[in-house]
């Protein structure tokens, strides 16, 4: 299995309501310094709508400026209607993270 299709099965068993950061990402595929590449794998998601890549933000729970299916305010989106409250941004990674 390559490292992305690793990183889309990871990201898909994060729950509705919930968010995880690249970097856990990483850890749970076994490369945890390989945050970036997991940015660059949900970047060419195969499969908008079942992989939920909107689900994945930084480790402060800051929202990918470049959210490559509609922009921040899709990504934003997406989350609040899942219930996610987010603000200025940023999701509350204390309330919202998953564990991997």
């Known amino acids: ?12 068993r994060i729950p509705y309501g919930c968010v ?3 970097g856990q990402i990483a850890r749970a595929a076994g490369r945890p310094r390989a945050s970036r590449i997991v940015g660059c794998a949900l970047h060419a998601n195969p499969m908008e709508g079942v992989i939920p890549c909107h689900r994945v933000v930084n ?14 305010d899709a990504q934003r989106r997406l989350l609040e209607n899942e219930g996610v409250i987010v603000v200025d941004g940023h999701v509350d990674m ?5 564990e991997l």
């Open 1 to 12: 299995m390559s490292f992305f299709d690793e990183v889309y099965q990871i990201t898909s």
């Open 20 to 22: 995880a950061s690249y």
């Open 59 to 72: 480790r402060n729970g800051r929202l990918a400026p470049e959210f490559v299916f509609g922009g921040l």
């Open 94 to 98: 204390e309330k919202y993270r998953c």
